[in-house]
């Protein structure tokens, strides 16, 4: 209570005493008037306190409100702080551990590891096959769902492995399409490669999402922590190359690291750069490989085949570099070239080779020459150009190109035939596609691989197959092209079979454009040899 109350106290206390000294002198009117100022005065302490007790009151309730705000303002901003820590190490979209997290975990493996040489553990890299195609048919809503279901289905699975599940243990999404798979207590490659399986076994189980059935696969590299790792990057980066050999043997693979893997690597490194500064430094060229008419013994067309020659390791083979423009995208600016090269020197033919006004070029199409917005408006200016009439351009496009495309690529396909331009279905019979499935396909013919034509002698079947291809065919009324014929064997098989065309180093090896306009003007040595 204030020092000011005081006083007041003073006071009543010395008006009772004035009172009691009036009652004693027998002054019964002071002593009254006493009381009532004493009691007046009593009164207006009373006021006093209640108020300043009110007072007290009021300020005790404001102080607890106020502790009670900042503690639920010190709750928040504690919450706060720990999603935006949650954000800053997992990903958005699946809730999964990101990139950052998982290398903070794979390097506290790495040290346990260092100290205690019975602490294993392994890594999973895992690429969806085909993620592209999901979001292209369906959108990229249902693509994010996809893998929103992805990652409940790696965490989940990872839970119910049999390995010692520890805090380090984790499914972490990197981005895009691409997820790692973190387990102690998995140091050989044989209990590796069963959860890889069990890993690929839970993705394939069919997915239900708004109404559409999708299957997944995942190509899954394995690293494991027997090798000498300083780094999460190493782990991460030696998972990822394993993975990638195991989308070169195909879809839904797995693959284990091993230093081969990570040397190959660093040479498709070096191509990729070497093949960057090849156009500009002209070490590319176009060979063209003569397609015969199997009846009249005529080269009806050629096939515009790129080739590489490189300063110090000569001629690369095709398979050496072909994916590796595909995989970076150099495929698309090859691809124009080569186009435009092919179309000038189907021209040159016919002024060099009057007796052969018609005779084409096929050229081979990549998946995303195809997925370009423009591509058939570049052909179409491409003809303009160079004067090439579009009967006489063939485009070549891989059966698996065709078997899977979506509508965007469908389209092009069929604008490129409305145009007067011919498709032809490339190394037909590799597995992709059934004979049934013909019918529905724009094409105008098939290219019957060369895997056929080198296994008559050994197998009757594949003749039996090529006669049923034909059949079709010609029920369909498409063109049929027998590839890879070495042999007169071959030849004579694939005559009889009743096939239009063929082409194969019987006839003649990829040769320069010049050497092709020869081939035109002169009586073609296979006849001789036939």
Not at 281 to 305: C, H, K, N, T, W
Not at 351 to 360: G, I, K, L, N, Q
Not at 499 to 507: A, N, S, T, V
């Amino acid at each position: 209570m204030p020092e000011t109350l005081g006083n007041p106290l003073d006071r009543i206390e010395a008006l009772i005493d004035a009172a009691g000294r009036a009652c004693a002198a027998g002054d019964a009117t002071d002593a009254g008037r006493y009381v009532d100022e004493a009691s007046e005065r009593l009164t207006e302490l009373r006021q006093a306190v209640g108020k300043y007790t009110q007072r007290t009151e009021s300020q005790r309730v404001d102080l607890a409100r106020s502790n009670e705000d900042l503690r639920h303002q010190l709750q928040r901003q504690r919450e706060s702080q720990e999603k935006l820590k949650h954000d800053a190490l997992h990903d958005p979209l699946t809730g999964l551990p990101n990139r950052h997290l998982l290398t903070d975990r794979l390097d506290n493996c790495i040290k346990r590891a260092r100290r205690d040489v019975a602490s294993n553990f392994s890594v999973f890299f895992l690429d969806l096959d085909n993620f592209k195609f999901i979001n292209d048919t369906y959108g990229h809503r249902i693509g994010d769902q996809v893998l929103k279901e992805v990652g409940r289905r790696l965490g989940h699975c990872v839970r119910d492995v049999d390995a010692v599940v520890r805090e380090e243990d984790a499914a972490a999404r990197l981005g895009g399409d691409e997820f790692i798979v973190l387990l102690e207590g998995v140091g050989r490659s044989e209990d590796a490669v069963v959860i890889a399986n069990r890993l690929q076994d839970t993705l394939q189980l069919p997915m239900h999402i708004d109404g559409h059935e999708m299957h997944v696969e995942a190509s899954i590299g394995i690293a494991l922590s027997s090798g000498a790792w300083e780094h999460a990057e190493d782990l991460i980066r030696h998972a990822d190359t394993a993975m990638y050999r195991a989308k070169q043997a195909g879809k839904g693979r797995h693959a284990v690291f091993n230093p081969q893997m990570q040397d190959e690597a660093i040479r498709r490194l070096t191509i990729e750069n070497e093949l960057r500064a090849a156009v500009e430094a002209e070490e590319l060229r176009v060979d063209y490989l003569p397609i015969v008419g199997l009846e009249s013994g005529e080269v009806m067309a050629f096939e515009a085949l790129l080739r590489w020659r490189h300063p110090r390791r000569g001629l690369v083979a095709p398979d050496k570099f072909i994916p590796i423009a595909e995989e970076t995208g150099l495929i698309v600016d090859f691809g124009r070239w080569v186009l435009q090269k092919a179309c000038e020197q189907a021209v040159r033919w016919s002024a060099d080779a009057p007796d052969h006004p018609e005779v084409s070029v096929q050229v081979n199409i990549a998946r995303a020459q195809l997925r370009l917005p423009g591509f058939v408006g570049e052909i179409k200016r491409l003809l303009e150009e160079t004067g090439l009439a579009a009967s006489r351009l063939g485009l070549e496009v891989n059966e698996s190109i065709i078997i899977e495309a979506d509508d965007s690529v469908l389209d092009a396909v069929r604008a490129l035939r409305a145009l007067g331009v011919r498709v032809y279905m490339d190394d037909f019979g590799t597995g992709y596609s059934s004979l049934a499935s013909l019918q529905r396909l724009p094409v105008d013919g098939l290219k019957i691989d060369h895997t056929f034509a080198g296994h008559f002698e050994q197998n009757a079947e594949y003749a039996a197959i090529v006669n049923a291809i034909i059949t079709l065919a010609r029920t369909l009324n498409l063109g049929v092209t027998s590839e890879g014929l070495e042999t007169p064997e071959q030849l004579a098989q694939v005559q009889t079979l009743g096939c239009d065309l063929g082409q194969g180093y019987f006839f003649s090896r990829p040769i320069p454009g010049d050497e092709a306009g020869q081939l035109l003007r002169q009586s073609p040595p296979w006849r001789h040899a036939a």
